[in-house]
C-alpha cells in the first residue's frame, strides 16, 4: 500500500512537472490582456506597456537598452518554430539611431535578428565554443514607419539548421537557410529566453522610437 502511494505520487509530480515544462516552451502572446502575464519580464525605462493589443515600449539614449524577455525553460533538443510580430510605429522617419534586436539564448550560444534605423538587418550567431559571426545581411529592408513586419526562425534538430524570414502585407523574404557561423553546429542556443530589446545608440536626434509588439509565440512543432 504504502509502495502504490509513492508511486502514484511520483507519478503525479512527473505529470506536473511536464505541464510546467511544456507551458514554459509553448506560448502563443497577442498582449489582448489588461495587464502583461507574469511570464515576462521587463529591464530598462522604454516601457508603455499594453496599449490596445500591443506591447508598446521605446528607449532612450542612456547606455542600456530597454528589453522585454521570457524564460523558455524547453528540452534543447527538438525542432521549432518561433515569430515575431512588430509594428515600427516611429524608427526611420526620422532616423531615430535606434536598433531593435530580438535575440533567442541557449546553453551553447544565442541566435539574433537586429535591425536598424538605417534599415538594415542582421542575422548573427553567436556559438560559445568560439564560432561567431554573421550569417545574413540585408542593407536596406525599406521598411517605412507604421509598417508591420513578422520574423520568423524555424529550427529543425533532425540536420542541425535554421531558416529566417521576415513578411510585411503577405511578402515572404528570405533571411537565411542553412548551418551556424562557419559551418558550425548550432546545438542548444535556444532553451533559456527569447528577448526583445531596443537600444538608441546616439544622442542625436533626441527623437526616440516607438516599436509595437503585436503578437509573439513560440511552438516545437514544425
Avoid at 13 to 37: K, M, P, V, W, Y
Avoid at 41 to 48: C, D, K, L, W, Y
Wanted: with cysteine.
Amino acid at each position: 500500500m504504502i509502495i502504490q502511494k509513492y508511486t502514484i505520487l511520483l507519478i503525479a509530480i512527473c505529470g506536473t512537472l511536464t505541464i510546467s515544462q511544456t507551458a514554459f516552451g509553448n506560448f502563443n502572446e497577442d498582449f489582448n490582456s489588461a495587464s502583461l502575464d507574469p511570464a515576462w519580464s521587463i529591464s530598462g525605462e522604454g516601457h508603455t506597456g499594453i496599449n490596445d493589443g500591443s506591447y508598446v515600449f521605446s528607449d532612450a539614449k542612456d547606455n542600456d537598452g530597454t528589453e522585454l524577455y521570457r524564460k523558455i525553460q524547453i528540452v534543447p533538443s527538438g525542432s521549432f518554430e518561433t515569430t515575431l510580430t512588430t509594428t515600427f510605429k516611429k524608427f526611420t522617419s526620422p532616423n531615430t539611431k535606434t536598433a531593435m534586436t530580438w535575440t533567442l539564448n541557449g546553453h551553447n550560444g544565442s541566435v539574433s535578428i537586429i535591425y536598424n534605423s538605417y534599415g538594415k538587418l542582421e542575422l548573427r550567431h553567436n556559438d560559445f565554443d568560439g564560432q561567431n559571426g554573421g550569417l545574413a545581411t540585408i542593407d536596406n529592408m525599406g521598411i517605412s514607419d507604421g509598417s508591420t513586419v513578422t520574423f520568423t526562425l524555424q529550427y529543425n534538430s533532425d540536420n542541425d539548421t535554421l531558416k529566417a524570414n521576415y513578411s510585411e502585407n503577405g511578402n515572404v523574404v528570405e533571411i537565411y537557410n542553412g548551418k551556424g557561423a562557419s559551418d558550425s553546429a548550432f546545438e542548444d542556443f535556444f532553451s533559456l529566453r527569447t528577448t526583445a530589446k531596443l537600444f538608441k545608440f546616439s544622442e542625436s536626434p533626441v527623437d526616440q522610437a516607438t516599436v509595437l509588439i503585436d503578437e509573439w509565440n513560440m511552438s516545437d512543432s514544425l
